[in-house]
């Protein structure tokens, strides 16, 4: 098995060196990963400016740009291969519900996904790499389970996988999951630069608002890893009904000027 590795933490990430010590057990592993911290980068790709790949002593390749900058260039030339799975992490603390849309860790596997590869975005729930070679003998012990199933090659899919910080043997088996839900984020913070300028820095992520039991928020706060497939097409579905009613309501409304209901 041919096992692609990323991550959204940065290449000398701890959650990353401990990912690719439990899987090249038993895989063909490369590691294509970020130089800098990319945390909330989603699916970003640098179109911009030029990427360098640069190999580090232990093997490891790093690129100046994003996590799906690096699986997208690992995956259109730079492998020179197929990779039969797309594997990302382990995060520096959890991505449940909101948190997936702005993940660097899931775009990293999503953009695996996008080219056909089953992909698998690897979290810890606590930021501080407690327990890290627990979570990375868990994500080994998932990997090979998947393996024997047939489960990896034949059709992509794209998993996402939050891990909690305990000590092997207490680590609770994987329940599947929706994701749960956040309330809005926290307010932006302003500072003032040495020069006078105002500085905003953007709010920390909101309180949990949906936990409810068949959530990832609910399971690893109950110590099971939670395990959420996910999908790529953001279309409300459920809402297509009503939003059809409303463009053909639109389609014959006239056009009037806003007005103020202060006036
Ligand atoms: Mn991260």
Redesign the pocket.
């Known amino acids: 098995m041919k096992i692609l590795i990323s991550?959204?933490?940065g290449y000398q990430?701890p959650g990353l060196v401990a990912l690719y010590e439990a899987l090249k057990e038993f895989a063909e592993v490369e590691v294509i990963a970020p130089e800098q911290?990319?945390?909330?980068k989603s699916n970003a790709l640098t179109l911009h400016t030029p990427l360098y790949v640069t190999r580090a002593s232990n093997g490891f390749r790093y690129v100046n740009g994003t996590p799906a900058d690096c699986v997208h260039i690992a995956l259109t030339g730079l492998l020179g291969y197929r990779p039969d799975l797309v594997v990302s992490g382990i995060?520096?603390?959890a991505?449940m519900g909101d948190d997936t849309i702005y993940?660097?860790?899931v775009g990293a596997a999503m953009e695996g996904y996008l080219f056909g590869i089953p992909a698998l975005a690897f979290?810890q729930v606590d930021k501080n790499w407690v327990e890290i070679e627990s979570a990375a003998h868990k994500a080994r012990e998932l990997v090979l389970q998947m393996s024997s199933q047939q489960l990896i090659g034949a059709t992509p899919w794209l998993l996402n996988v939050n891990i909690p910080n305990l000590p092997f043997a207490e680590i609770g088996h994987v329940k599947l999951c929706r994701l749960g839900r956040r309330h809005a984020a926290e307010p932006v913070i302003t500072q003032m630069s040495p020069r006078g300028e105002t500085m905003y820095w953007i709010g920390a992520a909101g309180a949990v608002k949906d936990e409810a039991e068949g959530t990832d928020f609910y399971a690893t706060s109950k110590g099971f890893v939670s395990m959420t497939p996910l999908k790529v097409d953001l279309t409300d579905h459920d809402n297509l009904g009503y939003w059809a009613q409303t463009a053909s309501r639109l389609a014959s409304a006239p056009v009037q000027a806003a007005t103020s209901s202060l006036v």
Not at 37 to 40: I, P, R, V, Y
């Open positions: 991550n959204d933490d990430a911290n990319n945390s909330a995060n520096n603390g991505n993940s660097g860790t979290s």
